[in-house]
């Protein structure tokens, strides 16, 4: 099992353009989630799904859109990208959308928008 | 709605010496209360959680936590560290009944030293 994979690793954007970060997991997890990590603030939730077809917003969700069209696969996008969303952001998974499931967190993708 | 607070930033601390790394909480309902761990670099790993019962968790890598109702917290403790628990450390809850939406503290960053 590779877990949860996110791509790219890395990724520098120019203001106002859009992107796509990857994220799969091979684990048959239903839910599946997206945070960013800024430095001092911990992680924040930007949306969530419960299983394909269902997403919903999380703490931090302008910006963002998301899909779920499969059950592996949850990308991220950025409409227009914005120097405030520079940021370290996580890709998780856990086994259903109950509070007690641990949740698996991917590597993390790098993005700074210049 | 919940808030974590972890009381340090930064815990600095000789090898084979104790830690404890200290976590309040904050919710009107019964959360689930996690400790993660994340390495330079990578995503976030689980270290331990606490559901119900005993209030004192035992998790991977030596490490052990004691949910505490009446003070609101949840501190992690280690009885001899090692160079290798470098790392930053991430306490975060859930609510209990509902979603998986990890609320997290700020992260302390634990510096083990020769």
């Known amino acids: 099992n590779a877990g949860v994979t996110q791509t790219p690793k890395f990724q520098v954007l120019k203001t106002g353009q859009s992107m796509t970060l990857q994220c799969a997991q091979d684990?048959?997890?239903?839910?599946m989630s997206w945070y960013r990590q800024d430095p001092g603030m911990g992680l924040r939730l930007i949306h969530y799904?419960?299983?394909?077809?269902?997403?919903d917003q999380g703490e931090v969700p302008n910006g963002y859109n998301v899909s779920r069209s499969t059950t592996e696969d949850f990308p991220l996008r950025l409409l227009s990208a914005a120097p405030s969303q520079t940021s370290v952001y996580f890709c998780?998974?856990?086994?259903?959308?109950?509070?007690?499931?641990?949740?698996?967190f991917g590597d993390g993708t790098r993005l700074s928008i210049l | 709605a919940q808030s974590v607070t972890q009381l340090d930033s930064q815990v600095p601390v000789f090898e084979e010496a104790p830690v404890e790394l200290r976590c309040n909480y904050s919710?009107?309902?019964?959360?689930?209360l996690f400790w993660y761990v994340q390495y330079p670099n990578q995503g976030l790993q689980l270290l331990l959680k606490?559901?119900?019962?005993?209030?004192l968790v035992k998790g991977i890598n030596g490490f052990e936590a004691e949910f505490n109702k009446s003070q609101t917290s949840f501190h992690l403790r280690k009885p001899s560290v090692h160079i290798s628990d470098t790392a930053e450390y991430f306490c975060?809850?859930?609510?209990?009944?509902?979603?998986?939406?990890?609320?997290f503290g700020a992260g302390t960053r634990l510096a083990v030293h020769p």
């Open positions: 998780a998974s856990s086994y259903s959308g109950a509070g007690d499931q641990p949740q698996h």
């Open positions: 684990m048959n997890h239903e839910y």
């Open positions: 799904s419960v299983g394909a077809g269902i997403t």
């Open positions: 919710s009107s309902v019964s959360v689930y």
């Open positions: 606490y559901l119900s019962g005993s209030t």
């Open positions: 975060a809850v859930t609510q209990n009944g509902g979603y998986n939406k990890l609320i």
